[in-house]
């Protein structure tokens, strides 16, 4: 059981650059998020989708897209790199409602110079 | 806006001491507060979740203290471990709309000394 699965590991960008954060989920789980994680400011929720064709805004949107084609599969693309979203990233997935825990994949280490 | 604060931002704890963590909460529609626990070069995985309709769950050392009235809520760790050293998040979300973000706390990283 794969679990959470993020690609790649780590990724280095010119700013300006674009390029798309892999996650799929074998899992069969509704629930698919994106959180960026910086020092002193945890986990901050950029994109959620409760299912396929259906996404949603987080906390901090700005820079980035996300679709949601197959319950499995949910990619963050950042359209124009730049150096404040250096970050590591990590994708999550959950079911919806209930007492639910969400999985968390291995993290992105994204740098943008 | 911070939805959920959290203090402190690290704690250092002897050995077989207490470790407790913090947490408060704005939003009174959230209905599920779980708390994760993250070793370096790792995603954070859940340690122990309550709902608002009970004051504390305990599943071994760990313990979560949850007041409604005041809108906060607290990990506690008994006989804290070197292995327990991690960063942990308290988080709160919304589960009776559909809709299901997670929001977490800015994180503590708890170093336990031997």
């Known amino acids: 059981n794969a679990g959470v699965t993020q690609t790649p590991k780590f990724q280095v960008l010119k700013t300006g650059q674009s390029m798309t954060l892999q996650c799929a989920q074998d899992m069969n789980h509704e629930y698919m998020s994106w959180y960026r994680q910086d020092p002193g400011m945890g986990l901050r929720l950029i994109h959620y989708?409760?299912?396929?064709?259906?996404?949603d805004q987080g906390e901090v949107p700005n820079g980035y897209n996300v679709s949601r084609s197959t319950t499995e599969d949910f990619p963050l693309r950042l359209l124009s790199a730049a150096p404040s979203q250096t970050s590591v990233y990590f994708c999550?997935?959950?079911?919806?409602?209930?007492?639910?825990?969400?999985?968390f994949g291995q993290g992105t280490r994204l740098t943008v110079v | 806006q911070q939805q959920v604060k959290q203090s402190p931002q690290s704690l250092i704890v002897q050995k077989g001491g207490i470790s407790i963590i913090n947490c408060a909460y704005e939003n009174t529609a959230f209905d599920y507060f779980p708390w994760y626990q993250q070793f370096p070069g790792k995603g954070p995985a859940l340690l122990i979740a309550i709902r608002p309709d009970v004051s504390e769950k305990k599943e071994g050392r760990f313990t979560i203290s949850f007041n409604k009235s005041a809108k906060q809520f607290s990990l506690h760790i008994m006989d804290s471990q070197p292995g327990d050293s991690a960063t942990y998040f308290c988080?709160?979300?919304?589960?009776?709309?559909?809709?299901?973000?997670?929001?977490f706390g800015a994180g503590t990283r708890l170093f336990v000394k031997a």
């Open positions: 999550a997935s959950s079911y919806v409602g209930g007492d639910t825990e969400a999985f």
């Open positions: 988080a709160a979300s919304r589960t009776s709309t559909g809709g299901f973000k997670t929001i």
């Open positions: 989708s409760v299912g396929a064709g259906i996404t």
